[in-house]
C-alpha cells in the first residue's frame, strides 16, 4: 500500500529554520516526482514545487521560489520541506503528494504538517 | 503563473448534476491534457477524482466526469449525493510546474 507520512505539528517563532519531512512507503520512491502543496487557514491549495527523487532535480513556483527549499535524504525515501527563516504568513498547513508521473497529477496525498508561526 | 479560475461556489438537489468550471489559458488548460481534479472535505487531505482530462482512477463513481473545451476544463457530477458536498479543485500542467484552481464549495440542498 502506498503512503506517504507527514512529520508532525510544529510551532515556531518568525525567523526561525524549519525543516518538515514526508516519507514514502509501498512504492520505489525514486519513481516518483514528490509535489508539495500549501493550504492556508481556510483557503484553497497552492502548489509550491516538486523534486524528482532519482537526482534531486527541482522546479519551484515562482510565488516560493527563494523562499523554501525542497531536497531528498540520500537514502531515497523521504522528502523535505526547508525553510531558512521563517514569517508569519507561513502559517498554514502543507501536504506533500506524489506525482503519477513528472507532468501529470497527484495520485497519493500525506495527511498534511501544520505549521504555526507566531511571536 | 495565476491560479485558474473556478466560481467560488456551486449548488443542486441529491439526484440532480452539477457542473464546475475551471477556465485558464492556452499556456496550461489549452496546451495539456493533463488537468485533473481533487474532492477535499473538511480536515481531509484531496482526494484524485479525475486525471488527464476525463479518466477516473479505480473507486471513483462513474458519476463524476470531466471534459475540455479550449482553455475551460468542467468537471460534470451526476446524481448528487450528500457525501459529494466537499471542496473541488482543479489543476493542470504548466510546462514545468503545476497550477491549482482558486476552489469551489459545493452545497447539496
Known amino acids: 500500500e502506498v503512503q506517504l507520512v507527514q512529520s508532525g505539528v510544529e510551532v515556531k517563532k518568525p525567523g526561525e529554520s524549519l525543516r518538515i519531512s514526508c516519507k514514502g512507503s509501498?512504492?520505489?520512491?525514486?519513481?516518483?516526482?514528490i509535489s508539495w502543496v500549501r493550504q492556508l487557514p481556510g483557503k484553497g491549495l497552492e502548489w509550491m514545487g516538486k523534486i524528482d527523487p532519482s537526482d534531486s532535480y527541482t522546479s519551484y513556483s515562482p510565488s516560493f521560489q527563494g523562499h523554501i527549499t525542497i531536497s531528498v535524504d540520500k537514502s531515497g525515501t523521504t522528502a523535505f520541506l526547508q525553510w531558512s527563516s521563517l514569517e508569519a504568513s507561513d502559517t498554514a498547513l502543507y501536504y506533500c503528494?506524489?506525482?503519477?508521473?513528472?507532468?501529470?497529477?497527484?495520485?497519493?496525498w500525506g495527511l498534511g504538517t501544520v505549521v504555526a508561526v507566531s511571536s | 503563473q495565476s491560479a485558474l479560475t473556478q466560481p467560488r461556489s456551486v449548488s443542486g438537489s441529491p439526484g440532480q448534476s452539477v457542473t464546475i468550471s475551471c477556465t485558464g489559458s492556452s499556456s496550461d488548460i489549452g496546451n495539456y491534457d493533463y488537468v485533473s481534479w481533487y474532492q477535499q472535505h473538511p480536515g481531509k487531505a484531496p482526494q484524485l477524482m479525475i486525471y488527464d482530462v476525463n479518466k477516473r482512477p479505480s473507486g471513483v463513481p462513474d458519476r463524476f466526469s470531466g471534459s475540455k473545451s479550449g482553455d475551460t476544463a468542467s468537471l460534470t457530477i451526476f446524481g448528487l449525493q450528500a457525501d459529494d458536498e466537499a471542496d473541488y479543485y482543479c489543476c493542470s500542467y504548466t510546462g514545468r510546474s503545476q497550477v491549482f484552481g482558486g476552489g469551489t464549495k459545493l452545497t447539496v440542498l
Open positions: 509501498g512504492y520505489t520512491f525514486t519513481r516518483h516526482w
Open positions: 503528494a506524489r506525482l503519477a508521473s513528472g507532468v501529470d497529477y497527484f495520485d497519493y
